[in-house]
């Protein structure tokens, strides 16, 4: 099925020689400490190996790295702060690739009120970036729990998501255009804020998601949004997903789009932060069995949002739709509100190892799945915890499932981990749904992407790939399967 025939080489001595020569000693790292960091996911599940880490500085630098290892047959894997959970950004174990860090490439190189735009290189962290646009009196409305490590580049390359997808869309709704040094080591400039052209195939959409596998994005140009006035957030205790999913198309039908985020957390999910996470306390008096976390926000000269979701949240009271409810009254006690939310995967890696599925359904069909597929999962593998929270309002939920509390969580997991996954899918897909709705493939989806995927699918991306990627350089083994080497004649 697939055409494409990675034919790879490991690094020889001459190309290593080349690309120290050409990259200086910050560019060419070779001290084993600086390296061993950045060769396991973040989940610690993946281990690679790779003796150098290369750390351009320049597009111009970065083309011609990728020209020489186009040349050598050598594969790349572009490395943004390796915070993805697909290890998608984890080398090869056999040494054989080249670890590309755009890590030093964090200039933010323009960012224009007239335009509502930021152009930025790949290795801008997130949270500096909502700085920058916070400075000129704008937003950059993307944020996730790894925005303090998490690049721009990286984002870009898994089309992540975050808590404001609801309004805003994922990353690609924000790319207004890119830069990326193709696996030919040519430099696409696409990186003009336009809103609109209409050149043809969109190959700044084509990058956006690609995981590396097409090519390096070495900047973007990003839609800013205005600042806002005022923000407010609240905690919200409820029975059900139902109630949580009428309580959402009930606050738009009042608030309107004033509502950027609306995380459901489960009452295990919030006990796992209170247990493993210091500094954090339960905001409501009483456990419930299903909590959301609320944000509406309100623009200069509009209506306050505190004002508007205490009234809103009171007649969901009356209505009996919700059962209790806490609105920040300062910005420390709505960033308290806010870490209940974004420690949870934390707090689930303290807890110890997990199966983890970034899944996504039809939205209307998510509190179904939640009640339906959750009791029989919990019927096939007894004992199985069931963590699962996230984004409601787009259908995208992480559906982790801990092994039972009395057993070796390692073995657990060796022994039902890929029929329990499996199962899981299953269930998605017989919803018609994804087994990856944010998180990308990388590695640690592949199998069970191939496993799922409608073929037609497989064979249009891996069409794709053969055409702009005939060596197989750019980061092999992740998104798609590396073809078996043609047989020796
Ligand atoms: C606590 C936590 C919470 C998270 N929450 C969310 C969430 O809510 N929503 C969400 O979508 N994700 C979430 N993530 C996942 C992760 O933060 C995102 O996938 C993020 O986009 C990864 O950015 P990065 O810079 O760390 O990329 P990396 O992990 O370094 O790389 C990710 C992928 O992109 C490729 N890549 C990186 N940089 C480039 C580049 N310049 N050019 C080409 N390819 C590149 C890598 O090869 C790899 O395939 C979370 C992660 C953590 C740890």
Redesign the pocket.
């Known amino acids: 099925m697939f055409r494409h025939m990675a034919d790879l080489r490991p690094p020889s001595d001459d190309l290593l020689a080349r690309l120290a020569r050409l990259l200086g000693p910050q560019g060419f790292i070779t001290d084993r400490s600086d390296i061993e960091p950045w060769l396991t ?3 610690g599940r993946y281990h690679g190996e790779s003796k150098v880490l290369l750390a351009p500085r320049t597009v111009q630098d970065v083309a011609e790295v990728v020209r020489l290892a186009a040349e050598a047959h050598v594969a790349i ?10 290890a ?2 984890t080398p090869p174990a056999d040494g054989t690739a080249l670890l590309m860090s ?1 890590r030093r ?1 964090n200039s933010i190189r323009s960012i224009s009120t007239a335009d509502n735009a930021v152009i930025a290189e ?2 801008v962290i ?1 949270s500096v970036l909502h700085d920058a646009a916070a400075e000129v009196g704008r937003r950059f409305p993307l944020s ?3 925005k303090g ?15 404001q997808v609801l309004r805003f869309g ?2 690609r709704n924000l790319l207004l255009g890119i830069e ?1 040094v193709l696996p030919d080591g040519s430099i696409f400039d696409g990186l003009a804020t336009l809103r609109k052209d209409n050149r043809g195939y969109d190959l700044r959409q084509l ?1 956006a998601g ?4 097409l ?4 900047a973007a140009s990003l839609r800013l949004v205005p600042a806002i006035a005022g923000r407010a957030v609240a905690w919200i205790g409820l029975a059900s997903p139902d109630a949580a999913l009428t309580l959402l198309r009930d606050l738009e039908g009042t608030i309107g789009d004033s509502v950027e985020s609306f995380e459901l957390v489960p009452a295990d999910a919030l006990a796992l932060v209170l247990r493993n996470i210091p500094n954090t306390r339960a905001p409501l008096a009483k456990p419930h069995r299903w909590n959301v976390l609320v944000e509406a926000v309100g623009l200069h000269g509009g209506a306050d949002p505190v004002e508007a979701l205490q009234d809103a949240l009171a007649a969901a009271f009356e209505a009996g739709l919700i059962e209790d409810a806490t609105i920040a009254a300062t910005d420390v006690q709505a960033e308290a509100l806010w870490a209940l939310r ?1 420690s949870i ?2 707090a689930e890696r303290i807890d110890g190892p997990s199966l983890k599925h ?1 899944i996504a359904v039809p939205v209307s069909a998510m509190p179904a799945f939640l009640r339906e597929e959750r009791t029989e999962v919990e019927a096939h593998f007894p004992g199985v915890r069931i963590i699962a929270f ?2 409601l309002g787009d259908g995208n939920i992480h559906f982790n499932l801990l092994p039972p509390e009395a057993e070796d969580r390692d073995h657990w997991i060796a022994r039902f981990g890929a029929a329990a996954s499996a199962a899981v899918h299953d269930l998605v897909v017989a919803r018609g749904g994804t087994l990856s709705a ?3 493939i ?1 590695q640690a989806k592949l199998a069970e992407f191939v496993r799922l995927s409608d073929p037609v699918r497989l064979r249009t991306l891996q069409a794709i790939k053969q055409a702009l990627d005939p060596h197989g350089i750019m ?1 092999p083994g ?2 798609l399967p590396l073809a078996p080497k043609p047989a020796a004649p």
């Open positions: 996911d973040w989940r894997v572009p490395q943004g702060g390796n915070t993805g959970t697909v998608g950004a755009l490439m790949a290795g997130l996730l729990a790894a490590s998490a690049t721009i580049g990286g984002l870009v390359s898994t089309n992540a998501g975050g808590t994922s990353m990326a990058l690609a995981e590396g596998t090519g390096v994005v070495t974004e995967s934390e970034d996230g984004h944010e998180h990308g990388g980061n992740k998104l």
